[in-house]
Structure formats: C-alpha cells, structure tokens
C-alpha cells in the first residue's frame, strides 16, 4: 500500500521508521499543511521538513493530486490528539476518504508501533472530543465544595461495569472514536473494579487518550490487577495535586515508573470555584459561556449532559432539600431510536436550562477539608 503522512514530531518520526522497516507499506510523500490563524505565521498542521527523502506535498490540493494521480491509497494522521478530530475533517473535505491514524500514546517510548497500531476511520460518523465517567461517586478526599458533591455521599456508590460496557459499545456505534475518556469520580481508585473499566473503554475505543483521574492517595504498590491493565492499555494516571497529595508525588512516581504505567500530575490545585445559584436567574448562556465546564461532556446510565451537574444536582437537593431541576432538554438519551453522533455533539455544545443555576463569575476559595459541608460551599456569586 502506498500512503502519504500527515503530522509533525516525534510521532511522525517514529510513523516513518516503522513503515520503512515494513514490508507491503511505503510512503510516497509527507504533507506540508499550515492553517491559517490570522497570527500571520499560521499554525502548522504537518511538517515535511527533515525528511528530504520523501517528496513533499505542498497543502491539500497537492495531496488531492496524488491521489487523483493513484499514487497514493491511503493518508496516515500522526499528530497530536486533540487536533485528530479537525485534522481528519480537514482531510476528507479535500475529498480523501482514506484515512488511518495512529493514536498519540504511541509517542511514547513505553509503546512499539506495529500493525495493529493503525486505526482506519469510519468517515461515516464524527469523533466525540471529550467524554467523563464515574467509576466512583464518592471519595476519600472530602474537598470543600467538591464540584461532583462527592463529599456529600456518605456510602460506597460505584459505576457498573456491565451497564458501562453496553454504554461504551453504543458510543461506538454512533462515534468512529472519542478523543479523551476520563475515568473519574469522587475517586475511582476505590472501586475494586476500576481495571475491567480500563479494559471495557480500550476495547472500544482504541483511539482514545484515557485517563484514570485520581487524587492519588489511594494508589498502593500492590495494585497489580490495575497496573497491569493501565499499562496493557495505554492508560495514564491523571492525578490531581491537592494539597494532601503533594507528599505522594514522588512515590506515586516511582511506582509509576516501575510499573511502567503513564502518570502526569496537574500543578497544585490551591484553591477551588463556587459558581452555584440558588436562585435560578442566571442567564443560561452568559453562564455558560464563562464556564470551564462546558466541555466536560458527562456520561451516565447511558445519558449524556453539557457537563455533570444535570446528572448530579439531585445529590446537592438530597442532601439540603432543595430543589434544582434541570430541563428535559439538558440530558441526551444516547439510545434515542434515530439519534445520531452529530446530534449528540450539537446537544452537548450548548447551554443547559440548569446553567440559570450557575453565576458566570466564580467565587475562588482555598482548597480545604470538610467533614461537615454547608450548601453555601457551593454558592458563587455576590450573595455569598
Ligand atoms: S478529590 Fe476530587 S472527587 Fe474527591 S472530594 Fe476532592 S474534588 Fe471531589
Ligand atoms: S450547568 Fe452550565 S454553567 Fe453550570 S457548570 Fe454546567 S455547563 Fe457550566
């Protein structure tokens, strides 16, 4: 097969090498595609440059002239995730449909490329950017304010693997891949089945960067079973560094390294955002538009949602009797007879009725503790 490259960096590199030592695969030429981004300079796409061998195609119109040409079948995609979902609409609105990419953990040295490596797109569907998941509801940790209000559940509550596998499999009848999975909670890491959720979210989507957020005092030595299933499928460890979990860094570090299993660590989490209004008058798209979490698409029993709090409100109204409701709109059955993965990204890329519960400016406050949390922890806004 004769392929074109598309993509820059050391992934491209590593692409290159491992077709040039494969027999059955050759590269006829390494894209140059730099988009426009009104900085004057534009921002480069794919990058031909340091692989003189090759020749190189000058935009899209030339890689579409290869191929009319039949010098090439298929383009491959190396680049970084968060830019797959544009770079492959980029390509099939040039009118090639032959698309395979190869998912960014293969960057890392811990992962040999080989022919399974390579995942052919589906073009008939899109690719869902972002999707979060509880595997735990509640914590160990109980954080003031706790935007997923994990420390108001008191009991053990955990995801269901066999309801998250039939979940997972249905996106991946209306998705060619998801960009970023991330198996969270309340702490995930205290759900014994935390590593068939590892497997279930590979399995279907093999492109995905997944990550295991935790806040990391809960990983020990001896969990085997997960460190095995982290490393088998290319999941990092995402750990939060609240102030309790700075002291475990660099444990958590070498226990990472042996394993042999990914692991970033945010810079120190001081201090957390109260948004919550009680009274309802926010406008819904100014809150919205201010929100960093608009983009956190929440999945649960089989319902997505903008981001979490539609699905989670009800923990909030339990605990202090109140009475948020969110609107019948807010929450997407992902089984609607008819629904597509378009209409999903459209329902999830827009503000909620429940946003009028959000003030558009937050309220920061130190990261603490709290064992006996106040429904004002929440409250953003003048009123608090
Ligand atoms: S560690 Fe995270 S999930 Fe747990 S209480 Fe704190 S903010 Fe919530
Ligand atoms: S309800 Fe709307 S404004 Fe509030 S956190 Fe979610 S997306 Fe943001």
Redesign the pocket.
Same mark, same amino acid.
């Given at each position: 097969m004769k392929v074109a490259l598309y993509g820059y960096g050391k992934l491209l590199t590593k692409t290159a090498k491992y077709i040039e030592n494969t027999d059955g695969i050759e590269i006829v030429a390494i894209v140059n595609d730099v988009l426009n981004d009104g900085s004057g300079q534009g921002m480069i796409l794919s990058d031909a440059g340091g692989y003189e061998k090759y020749p190189g195609a000058d935009g899209l119109p030339a890689l579409k002239n290869i191929f009319d040409e039949g010098a090439a079948e298929a383009v491959i995609v190396a680049c970084e995730n968060e830019l797959i979902s544009f770079v492959t609409r980029r390509i099939l609105s040039a009118g090639i449909y032959d698309i395979c990419i190869l998912p960014t953990y293969y960057e890392n040295d811990l992962y040999d490329i080989d022919d399974k490596s390579f995942i052919w797109i589906d073009n008939t569907k899109p690719r869902l950017d972002y999707i979060e998941y509880h595997i735990s509801f509640h914590c160990n940790l109980n954080c003031k304010g706790c935007s997923h209000f994990s420390n108001l559940i008191k009991e053990a509550r955990f995801g269901n693997a066999e309801r998250f596998r039939k979940d997972m499999e249905r996106l991946s009848e209306l998705f060619w891949g998801i960009g970023k999975i991330r198996l969270m909670g309340g702490e995930p890491v205290l759900n014994p089945e935390l590593p068939q959720f590892v497997y279930i979210a590979r399995s279907y989507f093999p492109d995905a960067d997944i990550r295991v957020v935790s806040n990391g005092l809960m990983i020990r030595e001896t969990d085997t079973e997960l460190f095995k299933a982290m490393r088998e499928c290319a999941v990092y460890f995402d750990v939060s560094m609240y102030p309790p979990t700075k002291g475990c860094i660099s444990r958590l570090d070498d226990i990472c390294k042996k394993e042999q299993v990914m692991l970033t660590v945010t810079p120190e989490v001081g201090e957390f955002g109260a948004?919550l209004n009680p009274k309802g008058d926010s406008s819904p798209a100014e809150? &919205?538009d201010k929100?960093p979490?608009?983009h956190c698409v929440y999945l649960q029993d089989g319902k997505v949602s903008?981001?979490a $709090?539609p699905q989670l409100i009800d923990i909030y109204n339990d605990h202090f009797g109140c009475n948020i409701k969110p609107g019948t709109s807010d929450v997407t059955d992902i089984y609607d007879p008819g629904i597509k993965g378009i209409d999903i990204i459209e329902r999830t890329k827009r503000? $909620?009725e429940?946003?009028r &519960?959000?003030y558009p400016e937050r309220r920061n406050f130190k990261w603490q503790p709290s064992l006996s949390p106040e429904a004002s922890d929440w409250v953003g806004g003048e009123s608090n």
């Open positions: 948004s809150s &919205y929100c979490a608009r903008t981001c $709090m503000p $909620m429940i946003c &519960y959000c």
